[in-house]
């Protein structure tokens, strides 16, 4: 059975930054899409950034709205994957889950965006300005 447990949550001001950490236990993280997802009260929970690792080769995906503040990364040793998050804003405040699914990501608009099998309890994110 897959599980995922997040951690690294907490508050910051705005232009900040946290390191989000996901343990997945129950699968080695090679052929995995592995994706970071967000929600705030009253909408829908978005893909943030995916990965996917297979082959000696790392994909990357990242939403608009993050791309080239978020790092995603994976540390297959630890069997880790970790969203760095750097000049934070309020709006980016939310709770956070780690999720993943056997095989790929989907390519940009694929199912990273949309939605995995497996789901961690999330860690929340607060930024103030």
């Known amino acids: 059975q897959v599980q995922l447990v997040e951690s690294g949550g907490g508050s910051v001001q705005a232009g900040g930054s946290l390191t989000l950490s996901c343990l997945v236990s129950?699968?080695?993280?090679?052929?995995?899409?592995l994706a970071w997802f967000r929600q705030v009260p009253a909408k829908e929970r978005e893909g943030v950034a995916g990965?996917?690792?297979?082959?000696?080769?790392?994909?990357?995906y990242y939403a608009d709205d993050v791309r080239g503040r978020f790092t995603i990364s994976q540390d297959n040793a630890k069997n880790t994957v970790y969203l760095q998050m750097n000049s934070l804003k309020p709006e980016d405040t939310a709770m956070y889950y780690c999720a993943a699914a056997g095989g790929g990501c989907g390519g940009s608009d694929g199912r990273w965006r949309n939605g995995l099998d497996y789901w961690g309890n999330g860690t929340l994110v607060t930024i103030s300005s």
């Open positions: 129950g699968y080695a993280l090679r052929n995995f899409c």
């Open positions: 990965i996917y690792f297979a082959f000696g080769s790392v994909m990357t």
